[in-house]
């Protein structure tokens, strides 16, 4: 049966068939071939070593210190607690400027270190956070800024640099987003006085679950290194209190199968990526966003925007149609976080206003992209979103909640 929309009833919301049989989900999903799999597992199960930073995360570690160019790799549990741990391990108090419009984690990682978080606005073209954003919340209390390199692209890290150096404030980078991410000659992960990077299994490079925390500063290195261990680990450097932030030989081991993958699945990314912006080129209302301010991306994403006006459609009625066809189709980072529990009700956001965040949360759709798709299927996304367009006066999709 062909899933081909020629009319209104073709929809599936209208009880046409789905364009897909099965879910096609946003994010990497990258899996190593069954074998591949099977033998590092087999290997642990040999030498009798689970965790306690052995072998395997060891190997990870040298690894992909050497592909982001840094001193040191400190590979943690998942880039969440990577945050935690290195405001932690950089002594930060008082408040951390953080962009609204990230991933909720950004900020509770800074929550969970026991410090205040105030929200700055984004470039309405770039969705990063640049100086000219971050500079009206620095007051007395601002101790540090946490900027995100978004998207597969950066916001700018060496301007950020010199603002937060002029100011004297730590800078740190939430890179969950930046394996194989470039700028200025360089990858990312030796940016201000730390980098975290997410493997979670939707990020370009999997462990599953897994993060990394990246820095030229030996001592601060080991510092996380002691935290890292409950019983502390290594030369003991002086940290408040130690945890498990540890990353296990189940995680280093899919971790080293998706690095060595790491070249295909991007330049897959890439395809996928340029095949979208192709084909929704000729659609009025859809834009696709580029990753900005890298000189290579891996492409984690595709984002477009949607203008409600000339597509005939809101955003979230075309996400609440492209889920009846098994496309899921994700609405990042909708409301922004000063508009999520618990910030939103701090006294301090309650009339806190980030114009070009709540617009982009509006207006901002992720379409799947990575390992579990292909040329076809891209293809078809984009002549049901084309359908979409066309027939729109004549669709009235309930919106997504
Ligand atoms: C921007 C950003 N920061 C932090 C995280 C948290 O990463 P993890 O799931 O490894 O804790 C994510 C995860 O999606 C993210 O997108």
Redesign the pocket.
């Known amino acids: 049966m062909s899933t081909l929309k020629r009319s209104p009833a073709d929809f599936a919301f209208l009880g046409g068939t789905p364009a897909f049989a099965d879910l096609l989900p946003v994010g990497q999903l990258y899996f190593p071939s069954w074998e591949r799999y099977e033998a590092a597992m087999r290997g642990i199960f040999e030498r009798g070593w689970f965790t306690n930073h052995g072998p395997l995360a060891q190997t990870f570690e040298r690894r992909f210190a050497e592909l982001v160019q840094v001193r040191n790799a400190v590979t943690v549990t998942?880039?969440?607690l990577g945050l935690v741990m290195g405001a932690k391990a950089l002594g930060l108090t008082g408040t951390v400027v953080v962009p609204s419009f990230?991933?909720v984690?950004?900020a509770q990682a800074m929550t969970w270190a026991g410090l205040e978080v105030s929200f700055a606005d984004v470039d309405p073209h770039t969705h990063q956070l640049t100086p000219a954003t971050v500079e009206p919340v620095l007051d007395d209390d601002v101790s540090a800024v946490l900027a995100?390199n978004l998207w597969g692209g950066t916001c700018g890290p060496s301007a950020l640099e010199a603002l937060c150096a002029e100011r004297g404030l730590t800078l740190l980078f939430?890179s969950?987003?930046g394996t194989g991410v470039s700028v200025d000659g360089r990858p990312l992960g030796g940016h201000g006085a730390l980098e975290v990077f997410?493997f979670?299994a939707?990020k370009t490079l999997s462990a599953t679950?897994g993060?990394c925390v990246c820095t030229d500063d030996d001592e601060l290195a080991a510092r996380l290194r002691n935290i890292r261990s409950s019983y502390g680990a290594g030369e003991p450097v002086a940290v408040e209190v130690t945890g498990n932030g540890r990353f296990s030989e189940a995680q280093a081991a899919i971790a080293l199968l998706s690095l060595e993958d790491l070249p295909a699945n991007v330049a897959n990314n890439a395809m996928l990526h340029a095949a979208y912006v192709d084909s929704l080129a000729g659609i009025d209302g859809i834009r696709v966003v580029a990753p900005t301010g890298a000189d290579e991306s891996a492409f984690p994403y595709l984002v477009a925007q949607v203008d409600e006006e000339a597509f005939g459609m809101s955003r979230d009625a075309l996400v609440s149609l492209l889920a009846a066809e098994n496309v899921v189709a994700r609405r990042y980072f909708r409301p922004g976080v000063h508009r999520l529990p618990p910030y939103r009700d701090a006294p301090r956001n309650h009339t806190l206003r980030l114009p070009v965040t709540e617009h982009l949360a509006r207006t901002l759709v992720q379409l799947p992209i990575g390992a579990l798709v292909d040329l076809a299927a891209v293809e078809q996304i984009c002549s049901l979103v084309a359908a979409a367009h066309r027939f729109a006066p004549r669709l009235h999709v309930e919106e997504a909640a």
């Open positions: 998942n880039a969440t990230t991933f984690a950004t995100v939430d969950a987003h997410s979670h939707t679950e993060g």
